[in-house]
């Protein structure tokens, strides 16, 4: 373990390494102060983000996101989540609206309104610059479109199931399904925090009825270090 002491700080390192994805890299550390109050800080970094462009495939960034949210929510306290870059408005932007949009998706179903301009306008009106290029704005569109269609494919698959007369309680994608994405890219386990739109203003929703598959469980993940080492004096 690397232990730097910086002023009243004492910083160890609990991991620093790829994850199973090649582009995004993973910091633990513990932060001590001179009173024994400690932090545990969780840092993940996407590698494939040229500033003022876009990652050559929305898929990533999307099962990017799968994983931080899936871990967020896995931790027993609740802290800041932090999105930063370089200026903190393009890509920053970028990846908060996408997020925003997936998470209205997941808590009112695929049929509700989606207005990924009005997202960026709201963004803009907090952060001036927010989704800094067309490029960027263009890739919220792409990226939302392949969650989507991943989605519905998910659906579809579960349903297909269903209708053969066999149950399951671990799904995983088929290599059939797989084969059939847009985007060829290992898929991320969508799924986990779906529940029935309930919104009053959601028309599309309360009328169509929409079958949700059962809580997929992804891969195990290569083995590394404590995910949530706890301090000695908490």
Request: include cysteine.
């Amino acid at each position: 373990m690397n232990v730097k002491k910086i002023g009243m700080l004492c910083i160890m390192m609990f991991c620093d390494q790829n994850t199973y994805c090649k582009d995004t890299h993973e910091h633990i550390t513990k932060i001590v102060n001179d009173e024994a109050e400690s932090r545990i800080v969780y840092h993940y970094q996407f590698l494939a983000w040229p500033d003022h462009g876009v990652p050559p495939n929305p898929g990533t960034v999307v099962n990017f996101l799968e994983e931080i949210n899936q871990l967020e929510s896995g931790m027993t306290e609740k802290r800041p989540l932090i999105v930063h870059c370089s200026a903190g408005i393009g890509r920053t932007g970028t990846f908060i609206a996408i997020d925003l949009i997936l998470c209205l998706i997941r808590k009112y179903g695929l049929q509700c309104t989606i207005d990924i301009r009005r997202t960026v306008q709201m963004l803009r009106s907090q952060r001036s610059g927010m989704v800094q290029t067309e490029a960027q704005y263009k890739f919220v569109y792409m990226s939302v479109h392949y969650y989507i269609d991943t989605f519905a494919k998910l659906l579809h698959e579960h349903k297909r199931i269903e209708d053969s007369g066999h149950e399951y309680t671990n799904i995983r994608y088929s290599a059939e399904v797989a084969s059939n994405q847009v985007i060829p890219i290992s898929p991320s386990p969508f799924g986990s925090s779906i529940r029935p739109c309930n919104h009053p203003q959601c028309e599309a929703c309360s009328s169509t009825p929409v079958v949700y598959p059962p809580q997929l469980i992804p891969p195990p993940r290569p083995k590394k270090g404590p995910r949530n080492p706890r301090p000695e004096n908490s």
